[in-house]
T-cell receptor
Framework: AQSVTQPDIHITVSEGASLELRCNYS??????LFWYVQSPGQGLQLLLK??????LVQGIKGFEAEFKRSQSSFNLRKPSVHWSVAAEYFC?????????????FGAGTRLAVHP | DAMVIQNPRYQVTQFGKPVTLSCSQT?????MYWYQQKSSQAPKLLFH???????NEADTPDNFQSRRPNTSFCFLDIRSPGLGDAAMYLC?????????????FGDGTRLSIL
């Protein structure tokens, strides 16, 4: 069965430090992978996506993610964080079940940033 | 800007009193989704439409219904809300095609049950 695991429920980093949020997926075919961010009381905003090609993907707000097929991972990174990126982050894989795209979400990682 | 708009942002209803949540889009996407998101959880898909083709998730309660009168609008009806239905409800749209096409989300409606 298709699934997404985000091992870290909460992460706290200091402002200016680097960030890596982990995501592991289970999917039988070529995965379509997404990272979304959700600020409190808001909807989900797409940060970046991967479906083929270069395994290092650049997204908005200075985020990047690296697809590693051998590790079934799609970790999100940012070299230096600002307090404004504190939010909930969701990794998702696109499933073609039923012919229509569905997103299978991980449980999310809540990011806090210390000043 | 083209976007997905949900109204209202906050909705309070009484236990058992029917409530309707609204979603509209200017993206002209043919697929629309409704998700339920409870506190500190991932969004859970309730159902989705491809044009007027309705697709219900197997575990979506019968208490939840949906209507899509045209491409731009989609409604979520909760016939008899219970306390367990208090949640954020998210609408999303997508252009049908390659799976790499992302879903675009609205800002959600937070539903409270008294």
């Amino acid at each position: 069965a298709q699934s997404v695991t985000q091992p870290d429920i909460h992460i706290t980093v200091s402002e200016g430090a680097s960030l890596e949020l982990r995501c592991n997926y289970s999917y039988g075919a070529t995965p379509y992978l997404f990272w979304y961010v959700q600020s409190p009381g808001q909807g989900l905003q797409l940060l970046l996506k991967y479906f083929s090609g270069d395994t290092l993907v650049q997204g908005i707000k200075g985020f990047e993610a690296e697809f590693k097929r051998s590790q079934s991972s799609f970790n999100l990174r940012k070299p230096s964080v600002h307090w404004s990126v504190a939010a909930e982050y969701f990794c998702a894989v696109g499933s073609s079940s039923g012919g229509y795209n569905k997103l299978i979400f991980g449980a999310g990682t809540r990011l806090a940033v210390h000043p | 800007d083209a976007m997905v708009i949900q109204n209202p942002r906050y909705q309070v209803t009484q236990f058992g009193k029917p409530v309707t949540l609204s979603c509209s889009q200017t993206l002209n996407h043919n697929v629309m989704y409704w998700y339920q998101q409870k506190s500190s959880q991932a969004p859970k898909l309730l159902f989705h439409y491809y044009d007027k083709d309705f697709n219900n998730e197997a575990d979506t309660p019968d208490n939840f219904q949906s209507r899509r009168p045209n491409t731009s609008f989609c409604f979520l009806d909760i016939r008899s809300p219970g306390l367990g239905d208090a949640a954020m409800y998210l609408c999303a749209t997508r252009l049908y095609g390659d799976l790499n096409q992302p879903q675009h989300f609205g800002d959600g409606t937070r539903l409270s049950i008294l």
